[in-house]
């Protein structure tokens, strides 16, 4: 079993930055991916960003530009740095990780952290 504990998130202006971090334990080997998803009210859970441990990047195409994704393998843990934020960046993101090279790839979900970007 995997556990990922989030932090920071919370509520910033239109235009200003903040920082997620993730912190992954358990059963964590070969490669693997981790990232956030978002969800706003009414709609769908969105890809927000992720990175392999091989170091490869995907982001959403709402946050291509303003977010970066990074982490640190040694710790198991993912960093994401939110700028030029929006008001429609505001929901509950959740982090994740996905040992791809498991048997049927499982994932795994952080309790999810909210952002409001509201003035």
């Known amino acids: 079993q995997v556990q990922l504990v989030e932090s920071g998130g919370g509520l910033v202006q239109p235009g200003g930055s903040l920082r997620l971090s993730c912190a992954a334990s358990g059963s964590i080997a070969g490669v693997n991916v981790m990232g956030w998803h978002r969800q706003a009210p009414g709609k769908h859970r969105e890809l927000v960003a992720r990175?392999?441990?091989?170091?490869?990047?995907d982001y959403g195409d709402a946050v291509k530009g303003r977010f970066t994704v990074s982490r640190d393998n040694a710790k198991n843990t993912a960093i994401l740095q939110m700028s030029s934020l929006k008001p429609e960046d505001t929901g509950v993101y959740y982090c994740?990780?996905?040992?791809?090279?498991?048997?049927?790839?499982?994932?795994?979900w952080g309790q999810g952290t909210q952002v409001t970007v509201s003035s």
């Open positions: 994740h990780l996905q040992l791809v090279g498991a048997a049927g790839a499982p994932t795994f």
């Open positions: 990175i392999s441990n091989r170091g490869g990047t």
